[in-house]
């Protein structure tokens, strides 16, 4: 019986999880959204990808002040910053130029094992922080490098809306997981293991 009363219990906690997923119930929207990333934030994703290989292409092949100023306006056109950051996690300013403190969360980023974009909802704010890997025509300009060959990083931070996190594709995905979590609830409910021992002892 015991068995049963804690099967009841984690279903029906998962269960009203599930349930406030299909809804816009703050704070939970942040804490999900590792797990699920509609397409919403992937189309963000991929902008800030376009924008990462046209800097880059900007730095290498003419120059480097126009990639900065590419940036800037790519910024105020979009409501975005973009910041750069060096491979130490000190900002960019500027070509040659570095200013401010270390940014602790930009240096963990760059120096993983396999660095990686990272994103994360801040403050209600959007933050991806895209890692830059040297390409051969960095060597003219970046002679030290550092041992996974990462020589800085773009941060991007927008605001985003949040009523669109909750689509349609989100809120069917949540809906058809509560009807399963419900009917397991059900099953789990009918279900009596002391009648069938019951049984066999009788016959």
């Known amino acids: 019986m015991k068995v049963k009363l804690i099967f009841a219990l984690l279903i029906s906690l998962l269960m009203a999880v599930s349930i406030s997923q ?12 590792p797990v699920y990333k509609s397409g919403y934030f992937r189309e963000l994703d991929r902008g800030f990808g376009v924008i ?16 900065w100023i590419f940036l800037k306006d790519t910024g105020i056109s ?18 040659g130029e570095t200013g401010g403190r270390q940014d602790k969360k930009i240096y ?11 994103t994360e909802i801040r403050g ?3 933050v991806s922080v895209i890692p ?11 002679t030290r490098w550092n041992r996974r060959e990462v ?3 773009l941060r991007f931070e927008r605001s985003y809306d949040a009523t669109v996190y909750y689509s349609s594709e989100r809120i069917i995905i949540f809906v058809i997981i509560t009807i399963v979590l419900g009917a397991l609830l059900y099953a789990e409910l009918r279900w009596d293991p002391g009648k069938n021992i019951k049984e066999l002892f009788d016959k």
């Open 22 to 33: 299909i809804f816009s119930i703050p704070p939970y929207a942040g804490d999900i959204f």
């Open 52 to 67: 990462t290989d046209s800097f880059l292409g900007i730095k290498s092949m003419s120059k480097p002040e126009y990639a």
């Open 78 to 95: 979009n409501d975005m910053m973009i910041s750069v950051f060096d491979y130490r996690g000190y900002a960019v300013p500027a070509p």
């Open 108 to 118: 963990e980023v760059i120096n993983q094992l396999n660095p990686a974009p990272h």
């Open 124 to 126: 209600g704010r959007y």
């Open 132 to 142: 830059l890997r040297a390409r051969g025509e960095c060597r003219f300009c970046h």
């Open 151 to 153: 020589i800085g990083a």
